[in-house]
């Protein structure tokens, strides 16, 4: 299982400002990757994966999405997931 997290946010929202050391706590400690798109900036990928709420984080295992957060998330609902693939 190889398990990555990409975080869409910007940097406008109050709700991905407080997300983020969220998410970056909690893949630091699991040995996950994570990326970080500002919607403002890095339009392909955010287009590819038609995000239009923020903050969203994608779930990718091996290469292939799995789960779609929306809105604030936190370390209880990541691990939930993570226990069910």
Not at 19 to 39: A, M, R, S
Not at 63 to 84: A, C, D
């Amino acid at each position: 299982m190889t398990i990555s997290f990409i975080e869409f946010g910007a940097p406008w929202c109050p709700a991905c400002i407080g997300q983020e050391p969220i998410t970056k706590e909690f893949c630091d400690k699991n040995g996950y990757d994570l990326t970080i798109v500002n919607v403002d900036t890095d339009n392909s990928i955010t287009e590819q994966y038609t995000v239009t709420t923020l903050p969203t984080i994608l779930l990718i295992d091996n290469g292939v999405l799995q789960h779609t957060f929306t809105g604030f998330t936190n370390s209880i609902k990541f691990k939930r997931v993570i226990s069910e693939l």
